[in-house]
């Protein structure tokens, strides 16, 4: 019914820069609230950033000024532009997101994404 893909990750070295997509696809009316999550070895999940069907944001202390949130509605697709990149920024990142679903009835319904993996090393 709804399939969500996140892709973007990759090796970078501090100081740099990378921009993670989540795209769903499917029976999509639209996408509401969607949260990106990280998760390091060894530690907690924690939210990055979101973005409510508003376009209200927020962020973690620790990535703002750094990282920007934005959607295209168009494409129902959530972008996570990460900027000034860090060690300590390394971690799987997952999407979090709210399908309407084109269901008898519509549906809003979560979905989570497979998961990227950001590393930010020299």
């Known amino acids: 019914q709804v399939q969500l893909v996140e892709s973007g990750g990759g090796l970078v070295q501090p100081g740099g820069s990378l921009r993670l997509s989540c795209a769903a696809s499917?029976?999509?009316?639209?996408?509401?609230?969607t949260n990106w999550y990280r998760q390091a070895p060894g530690k907690q999940r924690e939210l990055v950033a979101g973005i409510t069907n508003s376009g209200s944001t927020n962020y973690a202390d620790s990535v703002k000024g750094r990282f920007t949130i934005y959607r295209d509605n168009a494409k129902n697709t959530v972008y996570l532009k990460m900027n000034s990149l860090k060690p300590e920024d390394t971690a799987v990142y997952y999407c979090?997101?709210?399908?309407?679903?084109?269901?008898?009835?519509?549906?809003?319904?979560?979905?989570w994404g497979q998961g990227t993996q950001v590393t930010v090393s020299s």
């Open positions: 979090n997101c709210n399908v309407n679903v084109r269901l008898i009835p519509p549906s809003t319904r979560p979905y």
């Open positions: 499917g029976r999509i009316i639209s996408i509401n609230d």
